[in-house]
C-alpha cells in the first residue's frame, strides 16, 4: 500500500495570498449578549424593547450588610445600599413594569433574603406570578457566610432563590433544589458576585436556545455569561456601578471570545 504524491500545484492557479479577505461580520453572540451601565429604576419606568423570557433577580437583600464588616473596606469599587426600603423599591419596580419586561410565558428567579420570604411571596402572588414556595438553596461550600453573633447564633452559610414562572412556564430539565459551590472568586471584583458554575445549574431549568435573558443587577455579570454559556438567544444584564460594569463587559467580551455560547 502506498500513498499517492500531491498533485503539483497549477502554474495558472491563482495567488491565493493575493485575494481579498471579506471582513468578518459580528456573531449574533456579540450584538446579543450585552452589559450596560444603567439604573435598572429608570430602564423599567420607560422601556419597550423586546421582552424577556427569563429573568433572574439579584437585589440588594435589604439587611445592612453594606453597614457590616461583612462588606469589606468602605474603599471596595462594590459598596451599595442595602436598606429595606431600596429592596422593596426594586421589588416593586419589578412588579409595576412586568408588562413592560415579562414575555407572558416567562420564568424568573428571584434570590432573597429569608427575613422577607413570607412577605415577597405574597407579593409576587399579588403581582401575578405563580410562585413555587420551597425555595432554591445554593450551599457555600467553602464555608464562607456571616457569623452575625457568634456567641448565640449560627454562621449563615447559604443563600436562597424562589423559583417563579408567568403562563404556567414548563422548566427545560429537572435539576436538584440544592447547590453546592464555593465563594465566587475573589477577582469577579464584586462583594456579592453569584459562582457561574452555581447559576448554571439553576438557570438550565429554565435558559436554552430560545431564552431572551434579563439580569436587572447583574454585578459581575456571572449570571449573563452562565445564560451565554446555556446557549440563550440574547442575554442582557443592567449595572448600576460604572466600573463593576465596565469589569463586567470585559469579562463577557473574554467569555464570548473563547466562544463559551452553546
Given at each position: 500500500m502506498f500513498?499517492?504524491?500531491?498533485?503539483?500545484?497549477s502554474s495558472d492557479a491563482p495567488d491565493v495570498k493575493a485575494l481579498p479577505v471579506p471582513p468578518v461580520a459580528p456573531t449574533p453572540a456579540l450584538a446579543n449578549h450585552r452589559i450596560e451601565q444603567k439604573d435598572f429604576l429608570k430602564f423599567a419606568a420607560t422601556y419597550s424593547g423586546p421582552k424577556f423570557n427569563f429573568v433572574?433577580?439579584?437585589f440588594p437583600y435589604g439587611i445592612g450588610i453594606d453597614k457590616s464588616d461583612a462588606a469589606g473596606s468602605a474603599t471596595h469599587e462594590s459598596q451599595y445600599e442595602d436598606s429595606p426600603e431600596l429592596f422593596w423599591t426594586l421589588t416593586n419596580a419589578l412588579i409595576d413594569n412586568k408588562d413592560r419586561l415579562f414575555l407572558d410565558s416567562a420564568h424568573m428567579m428571584f434570590w432573597f433574603s429569608p427575613k422577607y420570604q413570607f412577605d415577597l411571596i405574597e407579593k409576587l402572588k399579588a403581582g401575578?406570578?405563580?410562585?413555587h414556595e420551597v425555595p432554591l438553596i445554593w450551599h457555600k461550600s467553602d464555608g464562607a457566610g456571616?457569623?452575625?453573633?457568634f456567641r448565640?447564633?449560627?454562621?449563615h452559610v447559604y443563600e436562597t432563590a424562589l423559583w417563579c414562572s408567568l403562563g404556567d412556564r414548563p422548566i427545560i430539565q429537572l435539576k436538584n433544589d440544592v447547590f453546592a459551590a464555593p465563594l465566587a472568586r475573589s477577582d469577579e471584583?464584586?462583594?456579592s458576585a453569584k459562582?457561574?458554575?452555581?447559576?448554571?445549574h439553576f438557570l438550565s431549568m429554565g435558559v436554552d436556545n430560545l431564552t431572551t435573558f434579563l439580569d436587572p443587577t447583574c454585578g459581575s455579570g456571572t449570571s449573563v455569561r452562565a445564560a451565554l454559556g446555556l446557549g440563550a438567544e440574547s442575554a442582557l444584564g443592567l449595572e448600576l456601578n460604572p466600573d463593576t460594569a465596565s469589569s463586567a463587559q470585559l469579562r463577557?467580551?473574554?467569555?464570548l471570545s473563547e466562544g463559551k455560547a452553546a
Open positions: 500513498l499517492a504524491e500531491p498533485d503539483e500545484p433572574h433577580c439579584d401575578g406570578f405563580w410562585v456571616i457569623a452575625s453573633d448565640r447564633r449560627p454562621k471584583g464584586h462583594i459562582p457561574e458554575q452555581m447559576l448554571h463577557l467580551a473574554r467569555a
